[in-house]
């Protein structure tokens, strides 16, 4: 069991910065692929990004490439996201999860466990 907790939401002008933090408990944090998800009201939770086991490999929707950073410390059993340039759109909860296997790495049923959510709200 995987306990997983976000922080660092909050509210930004459009063209600010944010950095996200995800702090797991419970278990090896390394065993654990990880991602971000973000859903808006009235929208299906979508991915953000992923970022591999020792935290080599990442991947970024396109819609937030060249904005956010996916990063991951092992030492400290906590993933990142840097959330830069922000837009309008990229308001959402954003939620943190974790999955032991990769076969569904780019959908909300291959993770195993997530957190509660943090907020992120773009606005002038």
């Known amino acids: 069991q995987v306990q997983l907790v976000e922080s660092g939401g909050g509210l930004v002008q459009p063209g600010g910065s944010l950095r996200l933090s995800c702090v797991a408990s419970g278990h090896t944090f390394s065993n654990y692929h990880m991602a971000w998800f973000r859903q808006a009201p009235g929208h299906d939770r979508q991915l953000v990004g992923t970022?591999?086991?020792?935290?080599?490999?990442?991947y970024l929707t396109d819609s937030v490439r060249g904005r956010f950073t996916i990063s991951r410390d092992n030492a400290k059993n906590t993933m990142y996201l840097q959330m830069d340039s922000l837009k309008f759109e990229d308001t959402a909860v954003y939620y943190c999860?974790?999955?032991?296997?990769?076969?569904?790495?780019?959908?909300?049923?291959?993770?195993?466990?997530w957190g509660q959510g943090t907020q992120v709200t773009v606005s002038s």
């Open positions: 970022v591999s086991k020792a935290g080599g490999t990442t």
């Open positions: 999860a974790a999955a032991t296997s990769f076969a569904g790495w780019n959908s909300v049923e291959g993770y195993d466990y």
